[in-house]
């Protein structure tokens, strides 16, 4: 069996993929990307910034921003994974996805990175 996973250039296609369940990933600058992910419990919007793409103490100054405003951020999971990359994770809800619900949720996430600068929807946290 195989499984493939859709490349997109737009916010809107991947959100669209997203909404219908389709494996997607959008890369919005080099080594920065959105994709859809699957933990062990859940399936959830991850921003990923691979290691060559991580800036200095970018890590250390997501970690201070979650918990300094742990209200704005508590649906979101800060880890590396297996290939070193950032990810920023939250689960995505059983019920119907909008695409309003994939552009706070993004906005949060390139936010807790400092990557805002990214964000082409402006929500502000």
């Known amino acids: 069996m195989s499984f493939s996973v859709h490349s997109v250039s737009t916010r809107q296609a991947f959100q669209k993929n997203i909404i ?3 494996a997607t990933y959008w890369e919005i600058a080099p080594g920065i990307e959105f994709c859809l992910r699957r933990e ?3 399936v959830g919007l991850a921003l990923q910034v691979h290691s060559q793409a991580l800036r200095a103490n970018q890590m250390q100054h997501a970690l201070e ?3 300094a405003q742990p209200g704005d951020y508590a649906q979101l999971f800060l880890f590396l994974d297996p290939q070193r ?3 920023v994770w939250q689960a995505l809800p059983q019920s119907p ?3 309003q619900m994939l552009d ?3 906005s949060r ?3 807790l990175l400092g990557l805002e600068d990214l964000d082409d929807y402006s929500v502000m946290y």
């Open 65 to 67: 921003r979650r918990f």
């Open 97 to 99: 996805i909008s695409s």
């Open 20 to 22: 219908a369940g389709i």
């Open 85 to 87: 990359a950032l990810v």
């Open 104 to 106: 706070e949720i993004q």
């Open 109 to 111: 996430q390139l936010a």
């Open 40 to 42: 062990p419990h859940s």
